[in-house]
């Protein structure tokens, strides 16, 4: 058949209706063959490269948004000290949570879509991601908003430039919140001179972000859909952006060390010691995090929904589960299926905070 012929009416052509195939009766004509080169080659590529590269492109995803409209927001003033002409902290926390929904949706099948370096070791921590995994995946993210600050770089240069040069004209310093360097990372206030007020504020803000990331993240929680999830922890970040990026948050150490790097290469070091907050902007985020997840963990996680979902197994496999639950009286010789409600779907794929996988009907998960 021709390629002018294959289409009848009622066909969708290939493309992005790929991704409704499952919703809509219409039919999509199928792409060309999958070759055993592409298979070999594709069977070839060494894991911890593609986890690694996927990390540093998701970050690079979320990151490249989010401070191109900070620049547009700083750079498009009346004078460096002026009003606003473009933007606004609206349009940036817009910026950053779309950006974070894609870095989801485009990167986390291959690397489990952490993108921030305390969200690696939570997983470490309480779901069993590999320790020898974490430096590789926290340096790809630095990578990432590294490469993401450099091209921003390029890309604003002349109006960047132009902004240094009337800074320094009146007399302003380049590294401050809103000078030029502030596009690329956070820095306080010239009143925030009180280091514990700036600690305080990065780890509530954080730890709110930290919650909302494991309960969307949670295959137990009812009110939230893989396809959802992204859009879900994108607007956590936006929402705190929106509420506190006023008075100076980071929430990410590989989005603040990776473009705080870039900001020292055009702006001087004083981007990592001006009023020695860049320790609070880089290192609370962990801390601040791991208190948020282990919130989550002791007095919210239920982990028999969990299992009863097919999304975990108990260490003794069904004769612990089996016994667990006798114990505890809410079931006496019974079958597991009773809890577990399987029904013909006996392979589920996995959600977030892994590497790419799926979880059979026994709940072992299965790398692809």
């Known amino acids: 058949m021709s390629d002018l012929h294959r289409l009848q009416t009622n066909d969708l052509e290939l493309g992005a209706t790929e991704a409704v195939q499952r919703h809509i ?20 590529r060494p894991r911890w490269l593609r986890e690694c590269m996927a990390e540093a492109t998701g970050v690079f995803f979320y990151v490249f948004p989010g401070i191109a409209s900070v620049a547009s927001f700083t750079v498009n003033l009346e004078n460096p000290l002026g009003v606003t002409a473009f933007g ?17 949706i485009t990167c986390a099948p291959t690397s489990g879509g952490h993108f921030n370096p305390a969200i690696t070791i939570c997983f470490a921590v309480w779901q069993g991601f ?33 902004l240094k040069e009337a800074t320094l004209a009146a007399g ?6 809103g000078a030029p360097a502030s596009i690329l990372c956070t820095f306080p206030n010239p009143t925030q001179t009180n280091l514990g007020y700036l600690f305080m504020t990065e780890w509530f803000v954080d730890s709110f972000i930290g919650i909302v990331i494991w309960a969307a993240l949670d295959p137990a929680n009812p009110f939230i859909s893989p ?19 006023g008075i100076s948050i980071s929430t990410n150490l590989a989005r ?60 003794d496999g069904e004769e612990g589960l089996t016994r667990h639950l006798t114990n505890k009286g809410i079931m006496e010789g019974g079958s597991t299926n009773m809890l577990r409600g399987k029904t013909s779907g006996s392979e589920e794929y996995a959600v ?9 009907s026994n709940g072992t998960n299965k790398a692809m």
């Open 88 to 104: 606004s902290l609206f349009q940036i926390g817009w910026a950053f949570a779309i950006g974070i929904a894609f870095a989801i």
């Open 256 to 315: 603040d060390l990776g473009t705080r790097i870039v900001a020292a290469i055009f702006f001087g070091g004083e981007a990592f010691s001006y009023l020695n907050y860049s320790w609070i902007a880089i290192l609370v985020n962990i801390p601040a995090t791991l208190f948020a997840t282990a919130y989550y963990e002791f007095l919210m996680r239920d982990s028999l929904q969990k299992i009863g979902k097919g999304h975990a197994v108990h260490e």
């Open 25 to 44: 009766s219409r039919h999509v004509v199928a792409p060309a063959p999958v070759t055993q080169r592409k298979l070999d080659f594709e069977h070839s």
């Open 352 to 360: 977030g905070g892994r590497e790419q996988g799926y979880i059979d």
């Open 227 to 245: 396809a959802g999830a992204p859009f879900v922890i994108g607007l956590a970040y936006a929402n705190m952006v929106w509420g506190f990026a």
């Open 130 to 162: 590999p320790w020898k995994k974490v430096p590789y995946y926290i340096f790809s993210q630095i990578f990432g908003a590294f490469i993401a600050g450099m091209l921003l770089m390029g890309m604003y240069w002349p109006e960047i430039s132009a």
């Open 172 to 177: 302003m310093p380049l590294v401050a919140n």
